[in-house]
C-alpha cells in the first residue's frame, strides 16, 4: 500500500474511533498532524489517556504498546493502543490493549475520582 492510501486509511479509522468516543461524550484532541509523531487521539478532559490507532492487517501489538507507551511519555498518563479486529467493521468490536500496569494506573485514577466526588 502506498504512504498515501496508508495515511488515509489511519485518518478513516481516526475519524471512526474519534466519533464512537465524542458519541459518549468524551472529549477528544487530535494531536496527530503534518510533521507530529504523537498519539492518534488524546482524551481532553481530564487528560489520562494517549491513544494509538492501528488499523493493519498483521499483529504487531508489542511494539505497538511500546509505540504507546513512548508517546505517552510527553505527558499523558496513560497509553492505550485501539487496534481494528479483523473480520469487524465496527468500531466497538475492535480491540483495545494496555499493559496491566497502566489498566492498575487507570483504576487507580477511577477510584480517586469516585471518591473524591
Known amino acids: 500500500m502506498s504512504g ?23 472529549p477528544v484532541v487530535n494531536r496527530n498532524r503534518p510533521g507530529y509523531d504523537g ?13 494509538e490507532l492501528k488499523n493493519q492487517a498483521s499483529m504487531t501489538l508489542s ?22 479486529r479483523k473480520g469487524k467493521t465496527n468500531v466497538l468490536e475492535h480491540y483495545a490493549t494496555m499493559r496491566v500496569q497502566d489498566l492498575m494506573a487507570m483504576l487507580e485514577l477511577l477510584r480517586e475520582e469516585k471518591f473524591d466526588t
Open 4 to 26: 498515501k492510501m496508508s495515511r488515509r486509511k489511519g485518518a478513516t479509522y481516526e475519524l471512526e474511533v474519534r466519533k464512537q468516543l465524542e458519541a459518549v461524550g468524551v
Open 39 to 51: 498519539d492518534d487521539l488524546r482524551i481532553s478532559d481530564p487528560d489520562v489517556l494517549s491513544i
Open 63 to 84: 511494539a505497538w504498546v511500546d509505540q504507546a507507551v513512548e508517546q505517552a511519555e510527553d505527558g499523558a498518563k496513560i497509553p492505550v493502543v485501539i487496534h481494528k
